[in-house]
């Protein structure tokens, strides 16, 4: 079993940046890709970001890849997601990720992630205007 924690969301205003982290740990963790996924209030769950398990490659949602960026730290078994100029529409629960598949592969870019092995618990982001 793989373990995901996230941290680092909260309030923010409008314009600010963010870092959210997740840190890994379980037997395998470092096969996983890791990522992030986010659920607006009243709609559905969407892709926003994923790196392989070596933090080599990544593939971030088009929405989002102007103000999005994703670390993975393959020494440290985390995964973080920066997002700049925070706008009220980025205010959602986000959730970690991991997954055997690398960044492009179907689990992660179907948008909806039905696929993905291990969920974070998920933390709340809301931006005010």
């Known amino acids: 079993q793989i373990q995901l924690v996230e941290s680092g969301g909260g309030l923010a205003q409008a314009g600010d940046s963010l870092i959210l982290h997740c840190s890994a740990s379980g037997r395998g963790v470092g096969e996983y890709a890791m990522g992030w996924f986010r659920q607006p209030p009243g709609k559905e769950r969407e892709f926003v970001a994923a790196?392989?398990?070596?933090?080599?490659?990544?593939y971030t949602a088009d929405s989002v890849k102007d103000r999005f960026s994703i670390f993975r730290d393959k020494f440290r078994n985390t995964v973080a997601l920066r997002i700049h100029t925070l706008k009220p529409e980025d205010t959602a629960v986000y959730y970690c990720?991991?997954?055997?598949?690398?960044?492009?592969?179907?689990?992660?870019?179907?948008?909806?992630?039905?696929?993905?092995?291990?969920w974070g618990q998920g933390i709340q982001v809301t931006v005010s205007a």
């Open positions: 990720a991991a997954d055997r598949a690398g960044p492009y592969g179907s689990s992660w870019i179907s948008k909806r992630g039905l696929t993905i092995e291990y």
């Open positions: 790196a392989s398990r070596s933090g080599s490659s990544s």
